[in-house]
């Protein structure tokens, strides 16, 4: 039987092509992942489109269909789409999903609070796949939820296609152009970004530790369901205990 030791259920976006891929990457023996996907309105990665994507009941049905998985916990893998109204918008989403499934829920942007300030995170360099207006957004979100954006850079990405054909040596160089000595942690954003593969390079280059969006995300879905497995070719995210994750669900 698949998932003796837990399973983690994810509402993806049916445009995401990285998403599952890399949380798959990372689950230690035993744990399993499923998916159920709800829609972004013209694959447009755009604050609208985001916004009219969670406008309807897409994210309560999802959250019911993995129910039928029998899964321990729900992630919204979806970084903008959990912080496009600001702070508290990924608490609404989670109590939306909760009251839909009756089970344990997080999201993207909750996973990566948690995983910045469990690696003692005050000041970052971020990477984005985005157009300006989500990087406005994003940086306004993080500096609200208490952290100093050294630098933020977009590759200018208005669809979920585009951003999914990008590559980690991608994401290599747009970190290498938004890294500075002020930043004491990397944060590489957006689920649909194919990245995994690079974070220890990364890591190694800059001499920092290195928060992906699915990074976050699995490390807080293990977490809550009571794996603590350091799982290795990841960056060092992946050995951090649960005492460090159970503070913002």
């Not at 508290?88 to 942007?109: N, V, Y």
Request: net charge negative; aromatic share 6%; charged share 20%.
């Amino acid at each position: 039987m698949y998932g003796t030791r837990g399973r983690i259920g994810l509402i993806t976006l049916a445009s995401d092509a990285s998403v599952l891929p890399e949380y798959t990457r990372t689950m230690p023996d035993g744990v399993a992942v499923y998916a159920a996907p709800i829609v972004l309105p013209r694959g447009e990665v755009t604050a609208a489109a985001l916004a009219e994507m969670l406008e309807g009941d897409q994210l309560e049905q999802a959250a019911a269909l993995l129910v039928w998985a029998d899964v321990d916990v729900i992630v919204f893998a979806c970084t903008t789409g959990s912080l496009v109204h600001g702070v508290g918008w990924d608490r609404e989403l989670i109590d939306r999903i909760e009251r839909a499934s009756g089970r344990t829920a997080t999201t993207t942007t909750t996973a990566v609070l948690d995983a910045l300030r469990a690696l003692g995170a005050a000041s970052l360099a971020v990477a984005t796949p985005y157009i300006e207006e989500l990087n406005a957004i994003e940086r306004h979100f993080l500096e609200a939820s208490g952290f100093k954006v050294a630098g933020i850079a977009g590759l200018g990405c208005a669809t979920d296609a585009e951003i999914g054909r990008l590559e980690p040596a991608d994401a290599v160089a747009l970190v290498k152009r938004v890294d500075s000595p002020e930043a004491d942690a990397i944060f590489i954003s957006c689920t649909n970004f194919h990245c995994l593969p690079a974070v220890e390079s990364i890591e190694r280059a800059h001499g920092k530790p290195v928060v992906t969006s699915n990074l976050a995300g699995a490390w807080a879905a293990l977490r809550r369901i009571g794996v603590e497995d350091t799982v290795l070719g990841y960056g060092h995210l992946l050995s951090l205990p649960a005492c460090s994750v159970m503070m913002a669900s």
